[in-house]
C-alpha cells in the first residue's frame, strides 16, 4: 500500500483547525445551553392573583405559581441566566466568525461547501440526530480526526449518501413537523433551491450542478413501514432499502467537526473506521450488482481507513462498556417480545459448542438477530458471537464451535430443520 495514501496537514493549517474547533466545540455548547432559556417569563395578573408564566418559542404558555419569594426567585435567576447564557453566545458567534474567514485564509478545510451547509441547515431544523452520512463523505471525518489529507482520488464524488435511522421514525415525525418547511427536500431547498427529486429515483435530490443526495433506510425489519416518505408532502423523498443498512444503522457512531472550503464548520455523524472498513471490503467483494470502478475504490477507501486505524492517528469513539451492556439487554427484550406478539415460540439463546442451525433470518434487532429453525420456533443470535452478522431474509446455517458461530448461506430450503 502507498505511502501516499493521505499526508499530515501544515503545521499552519493543523494550528488553524485546533484553535477553530475549539471555537466551534463552545459555540455548540452555548447553543445548546441557550436553547434551554429560548422564549421568556412574565408575571400575569388575574383579579387580585398575579402568576408567573413561562412561555416557548411556539407561544405556548405554562403556569409556573402565584407570586411568592420562591416564584420570584425563579423569575429572577431564570433572567440572570438567560441574559448571560446569550450574551455569551453572542461572543462565541463573533469568535465563530473569525475563525471561519480563517479557515478560509489557512486552507484549513477542503468538504464542499454544499455538504457542510446540508450539516448545518440539518442541525439548524433539529434533524441531524435523524441521519447519518455514510460512503465516501465519511473520509473527511476521518481524516479531521487525523490531522492528514487523504488522497484525492479515494474522495472524489458527485453525491453524500445520508442513512436516516428508521428506529426512531416516530420522533422523525414529530421533530419534522416543528420545522417551518415540513419536508426533507424543503430543507434541502434552504441549501441550495436548486434541488429536486430526481426523476424514477425518488431517495434522490439533484441540484443543478449534478450534485446528489441519497437517502438510505435498513431493509424492512420488524414494524418498519414501507414504502416510507419522509412527509405527507406529494413532493418529499422516499428512503431506499439499501443491503446490509441495517448493520450500518446499528453500527457505533463517529462524530468529528469538519471543515468547507469556504471555512464554514459543521459536526458530522457518521459510522465508527472499523464499521466502515467492514462495510467497504464487503462492497470490494460480494455487494452484487457492484460496478468494478465501484470496488475498486471500495477497496481502497478500507485499506487507507485501516491504514490509519492501525498507525494509531484514528481511533475509535467507543461505547461505554456498562452501556454496551445494557444496550444489548435493550436489543435483546425488544426483539423477543416483538417475535412473540407474532406468534413466534423463543426456544434458545445460542452459544453453547455443537449446536447448528438452519433457516431464515426473521427479525433483526440492536445486537441480536433471530433465525427461524422450524415450525415457528426461534433461535436468538448474538452478532458479535458469528463470523459475519446476517441480513433481514438471508437463509443460513450457523454452526458453533468454540464460542464461535461460523455463518454459511443456504440457498435453497433444507428438510433438515432445528439443531
Not at 505511502?3 to 488553524?16: I, K, R, W
Amino acid at each position: 500500500m502507498s505511502d501516499l495514501n493521505y499526508l499530515p496537514v501544515s503545521e499552519a493549517a493543523a494550528l488553524q483547525i485546533i484553535n477553530s474547533t475549539t471555537v466551534f466545540e463552545e459555540y455548540l455548547r452555548a447553543e445548546k445551553e441557550a436553547a434551554q432559556v429560548r422564549g421568556g417569563m412574565y408575571w400575569k395578573k388575574q383579579g387580585q392573583y398575579e402568576y408567573l408564566v413561562r412561555t416557548s418559542v411556539d407561544n405556548h404558555q405554562a403556569r409556573i405559581g402565584p407570586r411568592s419569594p420562591e416564584t420570584e426567585k425563579i423569575f429572577d435567576g431564570f433572567m440572570a441566566r438567560k441574559e448571560a447564557v446569550e450574551k455569551r453566545l453572542g461572543s462565541l458567534g463573533e469568535a465563530l466568525n473569525e475563525a471561519q474567514r480563517m479557515n478560509r485564509a489557512q486552507r484549513a478545510g477542503r468538504v464542499p461547501n454544499l455538504v457542510v451547509g446540508l450539516l448545518n441547515r440539518l442541525h439548524q431544523e433539529g434533524m441531524d440526530k435523524h441521519f447519518t452520512v455514510v460512503g465516501t463523505h465519511a473520509l473527511y471525518a476521518y481524516e479531521s480526526s487525523a490531522g492528514v489529507r487523504i488522497m484525492p482520488a479515494a474522495l472524489a464524488t458527485q453525491d453524500v449518501d445520508m442513512l436516516w435511522d428508521a428506529r426512531k421514525r416516530v420522533s422523525f415525525i414529530t421533530d419534522l413537523a416543528k420545522t417551518d418547511d415540513k419536508s426533507i427536500l424543503r430543507i434541502l431547498q434552504r441549501v441550495d433551491p436548486s434541488f429536486q427529486r430526481k426523476e424514477m429515483h425518488n431517495e434522490t435530490a439533484i441540484n443543478d450542478r449534478g450534485f446528489e443526495v441519497d437517502f438510505l433506510r435498513r431493509e424492512q425489519q420488524l414494524e418498519d413501514p414501507h414504502p416510507m416518505r419522509f412527509s405527507d408532502d406529494e413532493g418529499d423523498l422516499w428512503p431506499v432499502q439499501a443491503r446490509r443498512a441495517g448493520i450500518l444503522t446499528e453500527a457505533p457512531r463517529f462524530v468529528a467537526p469538519v471543515i468547507a472550503q469556504n471555512g464554514a464548520m459543521a459536526m458530522m455523524n457518521t459510522i465508527s473506521p472499523t464499521a466502515f472498513v467492514k462495510f467497504k471490503n464487503w462492497l470490494a467483494a460480494d455487494a452484487p450488482e457492484r460496478l468494478n470502478i465501484k470496488k475498486s475504490r471500495d477497496m481502497m477507501q478500507a485499506e487507507i481507513v485501516q491504514q490509519m486505524l492501525d498507525e494509531g492517528i484514528l481511533f475509535e469513539q467507543g461505547v461505554p462498556p456498562l452501556a454496551a451492556e445494557q444496550g444489548a439487554q435493550v436489543s435483546e427484550r425488544e426483539i423477543r417480545s416483538t417475535l412473540e406478539k407474532q406468534g413466534y415460540k423463543v426456544i434458545d439463546k445460542s452459544g453453547p459448542d455443537g449446536l447448528r442451525f438452519i433457516g431464515p433470518i426473521v427479525a433483526v434487532s440492536g445486537m441480536h438477530v433471530a433465525q427461524d429453525v422450524g415450525r415457528r420456533k426461534i433461535v436468538i443470535h448474538d452478532t458479535k458471537s458469528l463470523t459475519e452478522p446476517p441480513t433481514l431474509g438471508d437463509r443460513i446455517e450457523v454452526v458453533f464451535k468454540g464460542g464461535r458461530g461460523t455463518v454459511s448461506r443456504v440457498d435453497e430450503p433444507s428438510k433438515e430443520r432445528g439443531r
